[in-house]
């Protein structure tokens, strides 16, 4: 493995998308932080790892089929690509010969470069036919996207670049733990307090975010959305509203302000456990500072309420005036690598690229043009994450799934019952670039290019669109998923619609997107490398991109945002005598998403090696438990086994699990699918537990 040049590009990781260089190296590659914007010369322990996975021994280098086509416990053994693809195209055929187009599906993730994630979009309507699509950012970002598009009128994590942190005077961080998770933004953070800036952390976990936090809220996971109503409910009758802003730029505020008359401080004291005193201390430091943002993650995001709860942050953020206002505004953190770009072109179940939607006759002639197919041709909405998941291998399911860039047997809720859908599948098809968990399981696997092996765009959490460079060639025998899906489409009889040039799909990309919410029609790969990414919105080549949305209006059909009423709903599943506790799930500073890469990265396993549960050490000993036992914990979906972490700073009611692993210690073997019923989020952040000591140090 080696580069021959120099080459700028991107941490394979999260949607920070630090800047990297990768440069010849006597027997390998070395791998140095970049100067870009985001992460100014920083890198975490991730991306300072990332180039392990280039020439990693797990690598894999060939196709793999079962030894037995028609055994799926028979051994993997090595084949050929024809023989491969032939066996996917044969599955297609008897499936969809079967049981209709709509029986062959795909699985996409945030992951995949903009290029990959547009082709797989385009992939299963135009050369499968199918309406079977859907994506890991279901189970990531949904319930924010779904509340900016309906207040915002559009969906982008950060309106603002996120160098605008160090500048706001306040910043309400709910749910978020950016310390672990990108510590690289937390320089911004850093300065801004260092300049005096005042920081609010809601979790009910010290985190180490939270940790340097001038105010912590605790609240018992699942209340979130009564926190907010109260600190509204504060703002207005402490006359702490922005009545200008609200009336010249927003509707629907008089339905919200009757709504919030019922969370009154003490009652919401009583439903989240936060004081009064602390919910009142946080409306001020946001109403009275002369800069403020509010900004949401997964902690607040992944409910069975989670669009409402981030509606409820959102309409606080209108109602003190702080969307558009500079260095100001609410916002959401994504967190996979392009999980910004990975929901704007066509991934998802209902969605076309551009963000438009799939039953929009407007939008689908409009993309219909582009691909050069009738719009008839178009299948309709499909199923939501979970919802295709839950349904594999059933009557009027999917019964051929490919799975791209996701690991669903570790990420997914309720994984035993995952695995069982996996396992009635006709055929299941992943591409990987290791056996992850649900390669396993697979009839084919398929061995495909990686982050420093291949050309295409990403888009970052402040939706800069950035260009990923190749370094190196990938192994001989492994492919780009653009050249499968391409090869694919030609053994379909489809061919003519796709290619495997990444920028020949890009700039088709950029067509389909013109004049849609996210417009790329003006971004060129010239452009991102002159300018250090561009921002969309970029409707032509002269216009500048745009950093900060809302200056002047919003994307609506009256240009005023819109206030929408929302009311606490309590999680899908309350604590009782049997499950007498809240499980909460999240990440750990060493590792990304379902750990199929991180987990393989030597200097991340030995930082931490194994999963720890955090127990408060009142709760642990009333179980007879001490810091590095192993703990059980079962929910009513399944059991899983951790080895114990004292943390006097996580409430009482509450355990923390991480969900980097599967197996034995799959926290979301444990977590709960119950949906959100406009995001179809599962509830990944609330669910009752029990916990039991299983063993010692
Ligand atoms: Fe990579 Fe994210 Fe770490 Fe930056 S913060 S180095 S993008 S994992």
Redo the contacts with the bound molecule.
Sequence with gaps: MSTSRTVET?????????GITLSPRLGGVELRPADFPV?RGG??A???T?ADLLDHPDRLLTPLVRKNPADRTSPLREATWDEALERIVAGIRRAQDTYGPDSVGAFGGGGLTNEKAYALGKFVRVALRSASIDYNGRFCMSSAATAGNRSFGVDRGLPFPLADLAEARTVLLVGANPADA????MQYLDAGRAAGAKHIVVDPRRTPTAAGAHLHLQPLPGTDLALANGMLHIAIREGLVDEKYVNDRTTGFDSVRAAVAAYWPDRVERMTGVSAADLRATVHALAEAESAMILTARGAEQHSNGTDTAQAYLNLALALGLPGRPNSGYGTITGQ?NGQGGREHGQKADQLPGYRKLDDPAARAHVARVWGIDPDELPGPGRSAYEMIDRLGTDGGVRVLLVLASNIAVSAPHTNRVLDRLRALDLLVVSDIFLSETAALADVVLPTAQWAEEEGTMTNLEGRVLRRHRALPPPPEVRTDLQVMAELAERLGRGKYFTADERAVFDELRRASAGGIADYAGITWERIEAEQGVFWPCPAEDHPGTPRLFAESFPTADGRARFHRVEHRDPAELPDRDYPYVLTTGRTMQH?QSGNQTRRVRALTTALPDPRAELHPDLARRHGIGAGDVVELRTRRGRAFFRVKLNDGIRPDTVFAPFHWGGSSAANGLTDPALDPYSRMPAFKACAVAIARAGGP
Excluded: I
Excluded at 10 to 18: F, G, M, N
Excluded at 182 to 185: C, G
């Design positions: 991107h941490c394979p990781y999260c949607a920070l998308q630090c992460n890198l975490c991730k991306g300072w990332a990108m510590p690289p933004s690598g990304y």
